[in-house]
């Protein structure tokens, strides 16, 4: 794997190797092993269902990196869902996912924190659209450890899991091993609860609120060549965005706390969507959006110029995510004369994670 440098300032250079490692070591368990938990294996299975998330901007790139998560940020759930159907057994575990190495390496984080000694017989099910923004990743591992903990007693809680999965994120390599990851935990929390959540530095949850009530998501997604994951990311995330970020945290940290929360709190889509606008030119966001050309701020500009609500670019694109009382066909007359399609129709998940069970 491929050592990386990261420059924040004439005088701040370090350089970062990804090491790859079997899934099941390099685990970090946060102290919460320390208590003595009483698990109740439950029978049959227990079934997650998990809203994917729009991710619309890190607050700070110099608080995270791989192996060090947080860096806060801000972000809603939608009605795209991960699923994941757990059951207890005697025998070791099972997993049927096409990504097994990043669930084996949870479980053996789960096991180790919580003292359980059995398996588990894991199945999971993911939107099928990955790294394109929407956090294929982090909703897929939020449904899977809910599952396992309330497939043994609900011994965590869900800030815990959320740190768990925040400390230990990783993502497979080719040869079926694992490697640290970004998180910021935005996804876990907007995943648990549902609606718009603010997110500080070390996973933790600020606030989160109901978000857009009715209003339509539409998922646009430019045509682009350029690579939202893997080393280019890496790049992108911890060079120029950490830099700018140098500059704008402060800015952005005030905009959220006094403008967009406030417009949450009287359901002010209009005004949420006017500082996204205001976040995709500012710090790390203005590095992620132009990382895919110039040509995708000339789209959100248009886009904002025919008077939709809340238009904002989810991670590190490209995915576009459009907020608007308008239905698809008047969208589709807006986007059809810039060549535009929409990929993906949905609305705001304001009720988060779905917990059945059955024999």
């Not at 947080?70 to 809603?76: A, L, P, R, V, W």
């Not at 479980?107 to 059995?118: H, L």
């Not at 339509?216 to 045509?223: D, S």
């Not at 239905?327 to 986007?335: C, G, N, Q, S, Y």
Request: net charge neutral.
């Amino acid at each position: 794997m491929p050592t990386m440098k990261i420059r924040g300032g004439d005088l701040d250079l370090v350089e970062y190797e990804f090491n790859p490692f079997p899934p099941g070591q390099n685990l970090k368990t946060l102290g919460f092993e320390k208590t003595a938990y009483q698990l109740k294996p439950a029978k049959g299975k227990i079934i997650v269902k998990a809203p994917a998330r729009i991710h619309l901007t890190v607050l700070d790139m110099n608080r995270f990196a791989p192996d060090h998560p947080g860096g806060g940020g801000i972000g809603f759930a939608i009605q795209i869902y991960c699923t994941a159907e757990v059951e207890c057994t005697k025998k070791e575990t099972e997993i049927d996912y096409n990504r097994a190495s990043i669930i084996r390496n949870f479980v053996a984080v789960f096991k180790k924190v919580t003292g359980y000694t059995g398996g588990f017989s894991i199945k999971a099910t993911d939107h099928q659209h990955q790294h394109v923004g929407l956090g294929s990743t982090s909703t897929i591992m939020i449904a899977v450890a809910t599952a396992m903990n309330e497939a043994v007693g609900k011994p965590l809680t869900n800030a815990q899991l959320r740190k768990l999965i925040g400390n230990n994120y990783v993502e497979e390599t080719a040869d079926g091993n694992v490697a640290f990851g970004f998180e910021t935990g935005v996804g876990p929390a907007v995943s648990t609860y549902g609606g718009m959540a603010v997110l500080g530095d070390e996973l933790t949850l600020v606030y989160h609120h109901p978000f857009a009530a009715g209003k339509n998501v539409f998922i646009i997604i430019p045509p682009t060549d350029i690579s939202s994951a893997g080393t280019q990311e890496f790049d992108l995330l911890m060079n120029k965005a950490r830099t700018l970020d140098y500059m704008d945290r402060e800015l952005k940290a005030y905009l959220f706390l006094m403008d967009l929360i406030p417009a949450l709190e009287r359901d002010d889509v209009k005004k949420a969507g006017d500082v996204i606008w205001e976040i995709e030119f500012r710090g790390s966001k203005r590095a992620e959006v132009e990382h895919h050309s110039y040509a995708i701020y000339n789209f959100m500009s248009q886009l904002r110029e025919a008077h939709l609500e809340f238009v904002g670019m989810s991670s590190v694109g490209p995915s576009i995510a459009v907020v608007t009382a308008l239905d698809r066909k008047a969208l589709e007359k807006i986007i059809n004369p810039l060549r535009l399609t929409i990929a993906i129709e949905t609305k705001v998940d304001n009720e988060g994670l779905k917990i059945t069970r059955a024999k």
